[in-house]
């Protein structure tokens, strides 16, 4: 039986600046040490800058510290200042769903950033073509208490940055056992990214003790967070058009996406 479909990669920590691609999107990890690092975010849409550690000049403004993370408009330029390590993440197309009513960067200490009142494990931002999921915990997840889901028509990427983790994945049985595939758990050190495609359901579990920070990715914008308030942003934003609901929330089917390029199976 072959195994579920997903991509996984580690980062190359010894490069100043090295990539892994997502669906539809880019991450970045980049790291000055003994020099400055400059920088122009692509012209696609508006980026995240995660900020591990450090300091960075954003048009103008200054991000110091850990866990700092920036929105910042498309074509940015950013300067980060030695010693700094940090993580872009970049649509790469022009995709934007969405313009901001508020000027940019935006800058968030997501350590003091509070989460919704209704879902306080996870903090939620969006920018005009993405979101993002932002999960933090100190220790190993309780096992007994794990969120296995899908997600209908869209992909799911998880860029672990703290932390070792498990991908818990399995593809839901149909009638025909010719397609069935086996459950997959990845061993996911950081920093690397997980792809997870349309359907399959997971759940990422932090092992080991010490800090454990994912960081899911989506493109577009959950357009469900945003219907139920859980987007801590959603006000900076106003839609461009008529949004593509999930299927549980349009009550009708909707086609899958693009199938996922370069995708890998039975690695981890």
Same mark, same amino acid.
């Given at each position: 039986m072959e195994p579920t479909k997903y991509f996984y990669d580690l980062f190359d920590t010894k490069a100043a600046s090295t990539s892994l691609d997502g669906d539809g999107l880019?991450?970045?990890? /980049?790291?000055?040490a003994q020099r400055s690092l400059s920088l122009t975010? #692509?012209?696609?849409? $508006?980026?995240? /800058?995660?900020?591990?550690? @450090?300091k960075a000049q954003v048009t @103008?403004?200054?991000?110091?510290?850990e866990r700092q993370l920036a929105i910042v408009a498309p074509a940015t330029d950013i300067v980060l200042e030695p010693e700094t390590l940090a993580y872009l993440v970049a649509p790469k197309a022009k995709t934007a769903r969405f313009t901001r009513a508020k000027t940019l960067p935006a800058i968030y200490d997501m350590d003091r950033l509070q989460p919704p009142a209704d879902n306080p494990r996870l903090k939620m931002l969006q920018t005009d073509a993405m979101s993002i999921n932002w999960v933090h915990y100190q220790g190993p997840r309780d096992r007994t208490k794990l969120s296995p889901h899908s997600h209908a028509d869209f992909s799911q990427g998880s860029l672990a940055l703290e932390g070792?983790? &498990? !991908? !818990? /994945?399995?593809?839901?049985w149909s009638k025909n056992a010719n397609e069935w595939r086996a459950d997959v !758990?990845?061993?996911?050190?950081? #920093?690397?990214?997980?792809? &997870?495609? #349309?359907?399959?359901e997971?759940?990422? $579990? @932090?092992?080991?003790?010490g800090p454990h920070l994912l960081v899911d990715l989506f493109h577009p914008a959950r357009a469900d967070y945003i219907a139920k308030g859980w987007m801590l942003n959603a006000?900076?934003?106003?839609?461009? @058009?008529?949004?593509?609901? #999930?299927e549980r929330m349009a009550g009708q089917s909707a086609s899958h996406p693009v199938a996922l390029q370069n995708m890998l199976h039975g690695r981890g």
């Open positions: 880019t991450v970045r990890r /980049l790291e000055a975010t #692509p012209d696609t849409a $508006e980026a995240i /800058l995660i900020l591990s550690h @450090g @103008g403004q200054t991000i110091q510290g070792n983790f &498990i !991908h !818990h /994945l399995r593809t839901p !758990h990845v061993d996911a050190a950081s #920093p690397s990214l997980a792809t &997870i495609p #349309p359907t399959v997971h759940t990422t $579990e @932090g092992v080991g003790d006000n900076d934003y106003k839609s461009c @058009g008529k949004q593509r609901l #999930p």
